[in-house]
């Protein structure tokens, strides 16, 4: 039970958050795949997850020699469970164990569980707001396809916001605001085309990404707010569908001179580069969503910091 258990941690958790593996990142999966995942192969997902540094050496040392453990244990789990195996499973005491090096791996490292925060709430900041959707874009296609996509749209600012009434369920939104400067207002499939665009392709399966601002907020009683960040991914290979966003593309991964524009340092080998994006929120002051911080836009550049 206590291995079972693990396993269920450990698919939740590789899963999640810019912590997360590239190779989590990159495979599209549906939730039937994680369950018939092997164990062994969850240990080496969070062996290759980038962590958070510390000038602890000693502390870094125990940390590895953890991993080390959490590797054995649970290829010896994935061994044992083989047909062809005869060697005993590992006992309840020995599972438990290793479910609690886990959990102090996941507090250590500050890791989320998946699917946390993917719905407007009044209880969410502005900065929460921001994290849940490049979260899920990092994992776009984890539970399923486009899970990513509709997270976005879900914290995108509804058509006529203040008209929905509130109740005790929102009624279901057919229209959000678009990202770019257009002010025009999408379906969720017209938002799956939109984040293809050149202009925002390097959010989808990102390899990583951070707050490049504190949350700048203005307007009326502090109701809007600017949320720079950074994002590092592969170039993006989509074609421009129009002379307007080839350069918005371009405009994405050049680095500009004053640094409001994104960043194009490539890695050492060129695979992928730095762009940088502002969010534009907006707190809704009337109707169901009440409360509630949506996203009004997603500026090429940094106007956070400005």
Not at 6 to 28: I, M, T
Not at 32 to 38: E, I, V
Not at 41 to 69: G, I, K, V
Request: proline content about 7%; some cysteine; overall charge negative.
């Amino acid at each position: 039970m206590a291995a079972c258990r693990l396993h269920v941690s450990l698919q939740c958790v590789s899963s999640q958050g810019p912590h997360a593996s590239l190779s989590a990142a990159r495979q599209p999966t549906t939730a039937g795949q994680w369950a018939s995942t092997p164990l062994s192969s969850w240990s080496t997902s969070l062996q290759s997850a980038p962590r958070r540094e510390s000038s602890d050496a000693p502390s870094n040392l125990r940390r590895q020699r953890r991993f080390a453990r959490l590797s054995a244990a649970a290829a010896s789990s994935d061994e044992s469970s083989s047909p062809d195996n005869d060697s005993p499973a590992p006992t309840d005491n020995e599972a438990d164990e290793l479910t609690a090096e886990f959990l102090r791996f996941v507090s250590e490292t500050q890791q989320q569980w998946p699917l946390a925060d993917r719905n407007p709430t009044a209880l969410l900041p502005p900065t929460a707001v921001v994290r849940a959707q490049m979260d899920a874009l990092m994992r776009n296609d984890w539970p399923e396809a486009d899970s990513g996509v509709q997270t976005a749209f879900n914290f995108a600012m509804p058509h006529r916001v203040d008209e929905i009434l509130p109740g005790s369920a929102r009624p279901p939104v057919k229209e959000a605001r678009a990202w770019d400067a257009s002010e025009r207002y999408l379906s969720v499939e017209g938002f799956k085309k939109l984040l293809r665009e050149p202009m925002y392709a390097a959010l989808l399966h990102c390899e990583a990404w951070e707050f490049a601002s504190p949350m700048a907020f203005h307007g009326k009683n502090d109701s809007k707010a600017l949320q720079a960040v950074k994002v590092r991914a592969a170039p993006t290979a989509l074609a421009p569908t129009s002379p307007a966003a080839a350069a918005a593309a371009e405009s994405a991964g050049e680095a500009s001179k004053d640094g409001s524009g994104g960043a194009a340092d490539a890695d050492l080998f060129g695979r992928t580069r730095e762009y940088t994006y502002t969010f534009c929120l907006q707190k809704v002051l009337e109707g169901a969503f009440k409360g509630c911080w949506m996203v009004v836009g997603l500026r090429v550049g940094d106007y956070a910091n400005v």
